[in-house]
């Protein structure tokens, strides 16, 4: 494998390879960027698969930066969305700048990264420039978004605000001159804008590479927070195990692939032995839960969050450490300490918990929604296989 098809595994699509090779013969680091938005105060597996790409070029040497999009939350990226997203205000933003960069060292060695807001240019854009840049682009072109054209068809309201979100993302590329923009998939249509807007400025258009997404805990949609099919980078060993022991079997191969970063031919050695039956799916997940959470804890930590797991999950044993531990106070119903240890959010849903078997008091099922808390001694109340608390008197 040559230097050029290294830097290139993984990608889904490349516009183009030809025009990737020719830039390298110029002899000189390509201009390497990725955009990410702070819209939510973590970022969890599916962030990590492009963030890895681009600690690829940093340590190629490559002159690589990592927009934050500061001015760009403020709109909200309508990719993949069938509504409008909310818009943000500038504490939540600032909020969660904070731990991007913290969460993003995982993957990324920061100081061979070149961090840069945004908003360093985008607050300055005056309002005839603004004019000058949408003057490059239809109405059509937005149109031909998957997104925008199935709200449009659909009669669900597109704000115009919208419409301006690619167009901040692709003067981002002209502000700093990109060589070549990294995303996920579903930004394709982003990159590209931000290619046409250079070759109008004379730039040389930047070489657009995107990255399979990675599908969530649910088997059915990407990766995201909002649908709750997610594994978050900051959440603790134990739950970040435990949700990925949720996996469904056929994901095993690509998530060893995007979220553990094995070689290709390993992973697709693993699918085929899964196919076939040669392999047993449970220890192999196992194997690949501790992988990816030891990337995020340490390689102890992720061998006690596996020990944690067979213990309280498959061996069905009390957790007997590490378990918070809450006074019950008042509450005399057990579907009352359910909502006090957020279990649960009112004390409705908590009976719908109780009603579905899936409470148990030190490891005994409780099925009466009105059941009362009949000790007074300390007990371990459980939802589910991960979720524990001790509730003292």
């Not at 939510?40 to 990592?66: C, I, N, Y």
């Amino acid at each position: 494998m040559t230097a050029a098809d290294a830097l290139l595994d993984g990608f889904e699509r490349v516009e183009s390879v030809g025009e990737f090779l020719e830039r390298l013969r110029l002899g000189r680091p390509l201009r390497v960027k990725l955009g990410v938005d702070p819209t939510s105060p973590d970022l969890h597996l599916g962030f990590m698969v492009v963030l890895e790409k681009l600690q690829r070029f940093a340590e190629s040497g490559h002159d690589v930066t990592l927009i934050i999009g500061d001015f760009t939350a403020k709109i909200g990226d309508p990719s993949g969305r069938n509504a409008l997203r909310p818009q943000l205000s500038d504490e939540e933003i600032e909020a969660n700048m904070h731990t991007y960069r913290e969460q993003a060292s995982k993957v990324l060695d920061l100081d061979r990264v070149r961090i840069r807001y945004n908003s360093e240019w985008l607050d300055r854009l005056g309002f005839s420039e603004l004019i000058k840049l949408l003057s490059h682009t239809t109405v059509a072109q937005m149109l031909e978004r998957n997104d925008f054209a199935a709200r449009y068809a659909g009669g669900t309201a597109i704000s115009l605000h919208e419409f301006l979100y690619p167009v901040a993302q692709a003067y981002d590329s002209v502000a700093i001159e990109a060589d070549l923009e990294l995303g996920g998939s579903d930004q394709l249509f982003n990159l590209l804008l931000g290619r046409h807007y250079q070759e109008r400025m004379g730039q040389l258009p930047q070489i657009c590479a995107t990255v399979p997404l990675l599908i969530g805990l649910d088997g059915e949609k990407k990766m995201s927070k909002s649908t709750g099919n997610y594994v978050g980078i900051a959440e603790p060993p134990q739950m970040q195990f435990g949700k990925l022991m949720s996996l469904p079997d056929a994901l095993i191969p690509s998530y060893a692939r995007l979220a553990a970063f094995r070689p290709r031919a390993q992973c697709d050695a693993l699918a085929a032995a899964l196919a076939a039956g040669r392999v047993d799916a449970i220890g192999e997940k196992k194997r690949l839960a501790q992988e990816i959470v030891a990337r995020y804890h340490g390689s102890e930590a992720a061998r006690g969050a596996r020990e944690y797991f067979e213990r309280t999950v498959q061996r069905k044993e009390l957790p007997t450490d590490g378990v918070p531990e809450l006074a019950r106070g008042p509450a005399q119903r057990v579907a009352e300490v359910l909502v006090l240890a957020g279990f649960a959010e009112s004390r409705r849903a908590a009976e719908r918990l109780i009603s579905g078997k899936g409470v148990r008091v030190d490891g005994i099922v409780i099925d009466d929604p009105k059941a009362i808390w009949s000790t007074d001694a300390p007990a371990v109340l459980s939802v589910g296989s991960r979720k524990f608390v001790r509730v003292l008197p």
